[in-house]
């Protein structure tokens, strides 16, 4: 493992802690959690292909997360009862807003501006 993989997977796993740490404290908009669940898929396409060109990653980046937040779209039985769990709601989400696809696209937006500024 090179050391740019390593640095993806520290960006995102901090991503994660402040994800869910947005969810427990009220005053932060639910939003945000959506903004870096974004930031956190960006980071993770990033350590599979961390020498991928920037337009893939970001075109991957949202590709999974619209997917995501699309098949929260489809309520059969299996995929409801895994929703209920904690797995199920932290990844699959529990119901489509096209405010999270918003959400997607700004924290993917961000994700790459970051990276493109300050991480290279």
Known sequence: MNKSRIHYFLVFLSIIFFGIL???????PLWIGDF???????FLVRVFFPSKKFF???LASLLICYCIEFLQL???????ELRK?????????????WSDILAYTFGITFAFIIEKSFLK
């Not at 769990?85 to 807003?97: A, D, E, I, M």
Request: proline share 0%.
């Open 36 to 42: 870096l669940y974004a930031v956190m898929i960006y």
């Open 85 to 97: 769990t904690l797995f199920g709601r932290y990844v699959l989400g529990q119901g489509f807003l």
């Open 56 to 58: 893939f990653i970001i």
């Open 22 to 28: 947005s969810r427990k404290i009220s005053f932060v």
């Open 74 to 80: 489809y309520q059969g039985e299996w995929m409801v």
